[in-house]
């Protein structure tokens, strides 16, 4: 039995969150992956029927937004508004399905973060102390002579970071190596992939420092970001308010039922470039403020775009509004999905995109709903009948359907995510093969054959039936246009479980529709 179903389904509740991203430019096609990813596992979840709550967000209080401020002319309470627009746009028209949205300027997040610092107070870890250091603004990090390449911030070349030596408060991040070490040897499922794990273990292993936690206002600037409880002239450091969001998303810490009901997060979705935030930080402070761990950390790899880094500086980065409004929010869902390992980083194009879509998009799937619902036209006049005697191929076939249903659970589970779409997608190829195999339009002809052909006809609209289930966390309007086809409502909540079985669905009549993905002309090449 899968992991998912071993508590009654309707009890287990689900919260699964993403980074909350710098709105210091509105998000690109590298920001999408992420959220894409976790949007495929909450709907899973979903159609489990479990209670799933997905929050994401912005990431305010950063001195990189206020850069990007003034750099516009802009006061930044009016550019953060401004960018927290671009955002939820952006993810409402990729079908990003969150529950909660977060802005870390929210006042119930200021009493969030100030709570946590107050409780690490209260257990004596936080103290105050000379910071000195390199500090990359862009990083929101401090660097040490080692560090610098050339002189220069690692991740950005061409910025020198600033010396910074003032009075900070730290957080006694070393008080808590052993627990941490504790927990990720206990728990070999926190941290996923492994060899992320092992990254961590091995940042134990060098040693931890204790952090800082504040940064001074200074003089002549405005404050911008969450005040230090009873020191206003201190700002909460960026990292420590943000990584506060996943709790503040459930009402941490004035609704207690909310907050009880919901943590421990199920799932951090992040990239691998923030593990030491998520997987040591975080714990740690959680621990200080004696709330429980999170239970796992998915941390996947980055994409290229044609082989090349994503970057502004290198120009390449692709607005995903473009293309959702070129190809739709499916394709590009599915494009990002195809080749998703949270072992790898993957590669992204407009030309693989074109590819997918009209080699599997339209010829594999499409097609396949458009010669069911034209061949039960024509031949049953749009009643789906009821299947006749069954044979070895009808066999395979449920076989090989009720086998897509728990493969791509348990590598969905595992976060094979495009290794799950890997094995449905051969169930959508199975099922063309099977309509060729029994060739329909010859039993059509002879009438001695007509219960085979209502087997036929019946066994294909049960798989497409079935394909609109497991398809519906990648590409959620496609399949409500299936089901429509099939006469029936947009998938429901719990669906995998209770209609995810051969014939645990009612089908009465197909209902034609327009092609599902109308071919790309791609004669003229693309830019
Ligand atoms: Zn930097």
Not at 164 to 170: A, G, P
Not at 444 to 466: F, G, I, N, P, Y
Request: charged residues 25%; aromatic residues 10%.
């Amino acid at each position: 039995m899968m992991l998912s179903e071993q508590k009654d389904a309707g009890s287990k509740r689900y919260y699964i969150t993403t980074a909350i991203d710098y709105p210091n430019a509105p998000p690109h096609i590298g920001h999408s992956l992420e959220k894409v990813a976790a949007d495929i596992v909450a709907r899973f979840h979903r159609l489990q029927g479990h209670d799933t709550y997905f929050s994401m967000g912005v990431d305010e209080n950063s001195q990189h937004v206020v850069r990007a401020a003034q750099t516009n002319g802009i006061d930044p309470a009016t550019w953060v508004d401004k960018m927290d627009e671009a955002f939820r746009l952006a993810w409402s028209r990729l079908d990003i399905s969150y529950d909660y949205w977060i802005r870390t300027t929210q006042e119930r997040h200021i009493r969030a973060s100030q709570e946590l610092f107050r409780r690490a107070q209260a257990r004596g870890d936080i103290y105050k102390s000379i910071y000195r250091g390199w500090y990359c603004p862009n990083c929101n990090k401090f660097y040490t002579d080692e560090e610098l390449v050339e002189g220069k911030c690692p991740d950005h070349p061409s910025l020198v970071p600033e010396w910074l030596e003032e009075e900070n408060y730290f957080f006694a991040l070393t008080k808590y190596s052993d627990r941490l070490l504790a927990h990720i040897t206990e728990h070999p499922a926190f941290i996923v992939p492994a060899a992320r794990r092992s990254e961590v273990l091995a940042m134990l292993q060098q040693g931890l420092r204790d952090f800082s936690v504040s940064r001074l206002v200074r003089p002549g600037t405005d404050a911008w970001g969450v005040p230090v409880p009873g020191d206003p002239q201190h700002i909460i450091y960026v990292w420590f308010d943000a990584l506060t969001n996943y709790v503040t998303a459930v009402g941490f810490p004035d609704d207690e039922a909310q907050f009880a009901r919901y943590w421990p997060a199920d799932a951090h979705v992040i990239g691998k470039d923030i593990t030491r935030f998520h997987c040591l930080y975080w714990p740690a402070m959680l621990l200080s403020a004696g709330l429980p761990l999170p239970r796992q950390v998915a941390v996947h790899g980055f994409i290229t775009l044609n082989g090349q880094r994503i970057s502004k500086t290198a120009g390449n980065s692709i607005d995903p509004l473009e293309l959702v409004d070129e190809f739709g929010a499916d394709a590009v869902r599915y494009s990002l999905a195809r080749n998703l390992s949270f072992a790898s980083d993957g590669d992204f194009s407009r030309a693989n995109l074109i590819r997918h879509y009209n080699d599997e998009l339209a010829n594999d799937l499409g097609n396949l709903l458009n010669r069911v619902v034209t061949m039960i036209q024509r031949y049953r006049g749009g009643i789906i009948p009821p299947p006749g005697p069954v044979g070895a191929l009808e066999e395979e076939l449920q076989y090989l359907a009720e086998e897509t249903r728990r493969r791509a659970a348990v590598a969905l589970d595992a976060w094979e995510i495009g290794g799950a779409l890997g094995i449905i997608w051969s169930f959508v190829r199975r099922t063309n093969q099977y309509i060729e195999q029994s060739e329909p339009w010859r039993l059509a002809r002879q009438a001695e054959k007509k219960e085979l052909l209502d087997t036929v006809l019946s066994s294909a609209a049960e798989a497409l039936r079935l394909l609109a289930i497991f398809l519906a966390p990648y590409i959620p309007s496609a399949c409500d246009r299936i089901r429509g086809q099939l006469s029936l409502e947009p998938v429901d909540v719990g669906a995998w479980v209770h209609e995810g079985r051969w014939g645990a669905g009612t089908l009465a009549r197909v209902s034609a529709g327009p092609l599902l993905f109308p071919r790309i002309d791609v004669s003229t090449p693309p830019s």
